[in-house]
């Protein structure tokens, strides 16, 4: 009879402490906390229940079905609070998460292009219509292709270590486009009007107008009759079109092992006019690309005959004519990657 009395008393004891203990709770984790402590496995119930054993035969059912009474009134206080705390808990959620769907969305930044692929594309549209195709290649080269098959033998200086970025001793990265050139030659036969833009590298010092990575767009035009007349008209509508009807254009005599004859193509000094500055090197006139004839050996190495076909090159230095398009002082400007500079295209 006294374990009997000592089991009820502790029932009750729990079932008015689950009863406090709710009715202070804030929130469904610690009310979660309450129905383990009292009603999981190793709880406070179970606890009191295993002291059965101590019970007359008598007493044992009698005491069962109190239990049972007082965890169903424990489970009751749980489920009536959890109902409460629950509806609290998603009324605060709606509270915090309301959304106001008539309100505008956010406007999110939209990337543009780099001012370097404005331009390629403005060029690859301008030689399009001329009639012109575009022709890729890889960056990495062989010795063949990026010197020997365009006229630069062992020894020449265009070859030195100081200017060109070496692989190994037969594989560099490509000093210019030139080679897309000559594998369009060996694969293709004439007539050929191609434009080749992409990456080139070499070894120069980093200023305003020399970077040591930069973008060429070379031009190979081969068929009968071709002229140098061909290459200055053809050239002379590129800038007009690019830049302006009146764009100024100046044609100097120069050497290139793979063209002949050859030439460097100017363009007025936007910044200064003409008179002479900083970043035309007090010229008057910046330096945008060289031209020439494709050379005979050149067009022989490729399986063109040079008696029957001739044929022009131009390389075009796309940092510099970008620069001289939006007015652009510092090549270093497009590689820096300054959102105020590039929002401005």
Not at 169 to 176: D, E, I
Not at 193 to 217: C, E, K, W
Not at 251 to 261: A, D, L, M, V, W
Not at 311 to 325: D, N, P, Y
């Amino acid at each position: 009879m006294l374990g009997e009395i000592i089991m009820k008393e502790q029932l009750l004891k729990m079932r008015e402490d689950v009863i406090s203990s709710v009715a202070a709770c804030d929130s469904m984790r610690e009310l979660e906390d309450i129905r383990i402590q009292y009603l999981g496995k190793k709880g406070a119930i179970t606890a009191v229940l295993k002291q059965m054993g101590t019970l007359s035969a008598e007493e044992r059912p009698v005491m069962g079905q109190y239990a049972n009474q007082i965890r169903s009134e424990i489970e009751d206080a749980l489920t009536q609070a959890g109902e409460t705390l629950g509806a609290k808990e998603s009324e605060a959620r709606i509270e915090a998460e309301w959304l106001d769907v008539t309100l505008p969305g956010k406007k999110k930044p939209i990337g543009r292009k780099h001012p370097l692929t404005i331009v390629t594309d403005e060029i690859k549209e301008i030689f399009l219509g001329m009639g012109f195709s575009v022709a890729e290649g890889p960056e990495i080269e062989t010795d063949y292709y990026n010197f020997e098959a365009l006229n630069i033998p062992e020894g020449h200086p265009a070859r030195d270590i100081q200017d060109t970025f070496y692989i190994d001793s037969k594989t560099a990265l490509r000093s210019s486009t030139s080679p897309v050139q000559i594998r369009t030659m060996t694969k293709t036969k004439p007539p050929l009007r191609i434009i080749a833009p992409g990456r080139v590298y070499r070894s120069d010092a980093v200023d305003a107008t020399h970077s040591p990575l930069f973008h060429q767009i070379e031009g190979l035009v081969v068929d009968k009759g071709v002229t140098m007349a061909d290459l200055k008209g053809t050239l002379e509508i590129f800038a007009k079109r690019l830049w302006g009807e009146n764009s100024k254009v100046r044609f100097r005599p120069h050497y290139f092992p793979f063209t002949e004859p050859s030439a460097e193509m100017d363009i007025m000094c936007f910044s200064c006019e003409g008179k002479g500055c900083r970043l035309c090197k007090n010229e008057g006139f910046i330096e945008v690309l060289g031209a020439g004839m494709v050379h005979p050996d050149v067009l022989s190495r490729c399986g063109v005959d040079p008696d029957i076909y001739s044929g022009f090159a131009f390389g075009v230095g796309l940092e510099r004519i970008t620069m001289r398009k939006y007015g652009i002082s510092d090549i270093r400007y497009f590689y820096e990657n300054d959102l105020r500079f590039l929002r401005q295209f």
